[in-house]
């Protein structure tokens, strides 16, 4: 297979973690290069999904906040890759963008309502509303999860699984305290375990029988059953 062929090959096969991890490049690339700091300060600000902008943009924020992050871009891009591309080779596409939009969206939504309930409570201040919120790191957490627990390979499940071993110290630091980082990392996790099973329990009831394979039919007249 000559190179053109191979790129015309996965960019057919992959278009979405390919999307992905280009839209997140271009936006590192706008936030590093072409915006000055108080510029990136605001746009971090304006994709926070915390409270206040989810109280008056909730769908625009959670699609903004998943392409932009306050650091650390190179690392999230490489770990991207290692999620994304098993979890759709395993999956195909829309249900990879189903899994992770799921955990990403669930993610958000549970920890911004635990903060929420404490902040009615009396357990936070009011700040809470307005602190930065962004970054794909949800997406990843549900990627890494699915691709070692459900992807093809030793090899990618190895990595996935090393990526996760790595980062997840960092990711649930907090988590006693029920921060909403640390929190929403937990759920995207659990939510891509749990959607991957899903996932891979409708693809077997809907893989097609084996060729040959004769129907169970009734015990003939006479017949012992065993």
Avoid: K
Wanted: proline share 6%; aromatic share 6%.
């Amino acid at each position: 297979m000559t190179g053109c062929a191979r790129l015309g090959r996965i960019l057919r096969s992959y278009p979405m973690p390919l999307t992905f991890l280009g839209l997140f490049a271009a936006m590192w690339t706008v936030q590093a290069l072409i915006l000055p700091p108080g510029a990136r300060h605001a746009l971090i600000a304006w994709a926070s999904t915390n409270l206040a902008n989810l109280a008056v943009n909730p769908v625009g924020t959670m699609v903004a906040s998943a392409f932009v992050a306050e650091g650390s871009q190179g690392v999230l891009l490489v770990v991207a890759a290692v999620g994304l591309f098993p979890v759709t080779r395993r999956f195909g596409n829309l249900r990879a963008v189903a899994l992770i939009t799921a955990s990403h969206v669930l993610g958000t939504l549970i920890s911004q309502g635990i903060a929420l309930a404490r902040l009615e409570a009396g357990l936070l201040s009011d700040s809470i509303r307005t602190v930065p919120d962004v970054g794909p790191s949800y997406v990843l957490c549900a990627a890494l999860v699915a691709a070692f627990l459900y992807g093809h390979g030793r090899a990618r499940r190895l990595a996935a699984l090393a990526c996760w071993c790595a980062l997840v110290p960092v990711l649930l630091d907090g988590l006693l305290a029920l921060e909403v980082a640390a929190v929403g990392h937990l759920v995207a996790m659990l939510t891509g375990a749990v959607a991957g099973r899903l996932l891979s329990l409708l693809e077997r009831r809907r893989a097609p029988a084996p060729l040959g394979a004769v129907p169970a039919g009734p015990p003939a007249a006479g017949a012992t059953e065993i």
